[in-house]
């Protein structure tokens, strides 16, 4: 079986800042992409940020110059630093791997369940 469980979500006033951590556990052979995704209510969720397992990054336009995405492979953690953080910034924010787990052929995406970032104007 395997986890992604997220932490660091919260409140916060515009032009703060949040780190949210995601960490996965269970039954992994290795992960490829890892990434944060966001979905506010009636909307589709949306790509924040991705990093491959070579360090290579993506982010959304809306998100480039204050987002910051990071990950340790030897922990299989990733890491999402938001700095100068709008009002539009708030949503649910998921934290996303495309792993292999021990046994099977095909990698596949893993979700965790969501922590909520809300920022006040």
């Known amino acids: 079986q395997v986890q992604l469980v997220e932490s660091g979500g919260g409140l916060v006033q515009a032009g703060g800042s949040l780190r949210l951590s995601c960490a996965a556990s269970g039954s992994i052979s290795r992960i490829n992409a890892m990434g944060w995704y966001r979905q506010t209510r009636g909307k589709q969720r949306e790509l924040v940020a991705t990093?491959?397992?070579?360090?290579?990054?993506n982010y959304a336009d809306s998100v480039k110059g204050r987002f910051s995405i990071s990950r340790d492979n030897a922990k299989n953690t990733v890491n999402l630093q938001m700095n100068s953080l709008k009002p539009e910034d708030t949503a649910v924010y998921y934290c996303?791997?495309?792993?292999?787990?021990?046994?099977?052929?095909?990698?596949?995406?893993?979700w965790g369940k969501g922590t909520l970032v809300t920022v006040s104007s």
């Open positions: 990093v491959t397992s070579d360090g290579s990054t």
């Open positions: 996303n791997a495309n792993l292999l787990v021990l046994g099977l052929y095909s990698a596949m995406d893993y």
